[in-house]
């Protein structure tokens, strides 16, 4: 009995060991499947349609339209975006392309900014891809009852829940009528609160159907990272027409933002298995050959306009083309040499200044000399003290005259030094050690000029002579009323009010005896 007892306790160390082998053999295998799926499972294949997006810097024509797309309402296209509102109130806009898209698989990336003035904004902008064009209508400026699908970028909270802004998922079957009393909460497939508004950088959204999923994406616009998405909504199972057209809405209402939209770049997503359908399959024959016939015209009015430049122009012919065109040093040194200009131009300017200011310094000198001669032939004994100042004065302009007079060679000696820089530069190529070398003796001038003129204005702020000659300070005016005068006028003012009004009150008493 003993010995039974004794060989159950191993019995079961062995039946413990024998099962965590087993668990540990079958989890690691799970593991191997687990990580042999994930890398069989590849990326799709991404293809860029241009007939299907727009994007700057030349989004429009000359004629406000964008290329394949048409816009409504109160959408502004330009060169670089598209406004689909302005800030003003009740306001409605949209693009639609124009071609109808048959992708089973896509991916679109929306570049757009909500910017306004105040705390809060409205309406929204909107992202479809509906069996129809929903040119305009009461759901974010485009049509109610779709039949697709739409992700809302909702800005006002209209139920007061405070869950706005927020980006919402709502699809229909062209049946269901938007409900915009609480925001589309109740028909929201996927929904997540992203504050897209007043970004400093524009917000990018990221929009995925793939194998029946839809995946939103979106970049906050904190940083100019283009790939910096984080994940918003997922929709598994989303059944959407097999053909329809892309479009981009936005309304405002009582509060008004502007919905401006950057880029709408579409692609086209293959499984790797499969080969993605050639370009000439996707171009229909009639199409193909409107399309060329255009690049034919294009082309012999291109020639037309060759041959007439020709024409104008005989001395161009034979010319490379790249004689025509400006290299990147010719650049360099074309805006080093018009900066060396004007500066010429500048200096020039300042001795013309000089030069004028000598002038008046000059003249100045002239007349106190003439006045200090005039009064020599004049002077008491006690005018000594006013000679001494005057003398101060005198010698302080011709201080200042010589001190101009340094300036003004300073600035024609660096006159001559620009003008020695441009000649050589130009006769030797415009980049040799010399022209550098020129350059710094500039630069050594002009920072002795500038050390003058401070000095200059130093010795004038801190000149004595300045000082002590002054205008002499009038004596105070004598006060014209006195207490006494002041009380009688105001003791007649009184009198003479009061008689005013009692000879008022007899006059109007007299001719209500008329009435």
Known sequence: MAVSIAKRPAANACIVLLTFSVTLLFGRCDADAATGASASEEAPHRRFEYKYSFKGPHLSQPDGSIPFWVHTGNAIPSADQVRITPSLRSQRGSVWTKNTVGFEHWEAEVTFRVSGRGRMGADGLAVWFTASQGL???VYGAADKWNGVGVFFDSFDNDGKKNNPAIIVVGNNGNLVYDHQNDGTTQALGTCLRDFRNKPYPVRAKITYYKKTL???INNGFTPDKDDYEFCTKVDNMIIPKEGFFGISAATGGLADDHDVLSFLLFRLTEPGQQPPPPEAEIPRE???KYQEEFENFQQELDKKKEEFQKEHPDVQGEPIEDLFESVNDREIRQVFEGQNRIHLEIKQLHR??????DEQRRYVSVITDEVAKKGTHAESGQDTGSSQL???IAHQQEVLRNLNDLKNSFHDSL??????QHQGSAVGMGTYETVQHFNDIKEHLHLVKRDVEHLVQRSAQNPAEKVMKCPELPPMPSCLSTVHFAVF???QSVLFFCYIMYKSQQEAAAKKFF
Do not use: C, F, N, R
Not at 353 to 358: R, Y
Not at 416 to 421: D, E, R, T, Y
């Open 215 to 217: 995946t939103v994406m």
């Open 416 to 421: 001559k030094q620009i003008g020695s820089a």
């Open 287 to 289: 199409e193909k050959d």
């Open 136 to 138: 305009d209508g009461p």
């Open 391 to 393: 003398s101060a004065v």
């Open 353 to 358: 200044q000089l030069a004028m200011i000598l």
């Open 490 to 492: 105001v003791v007649v």
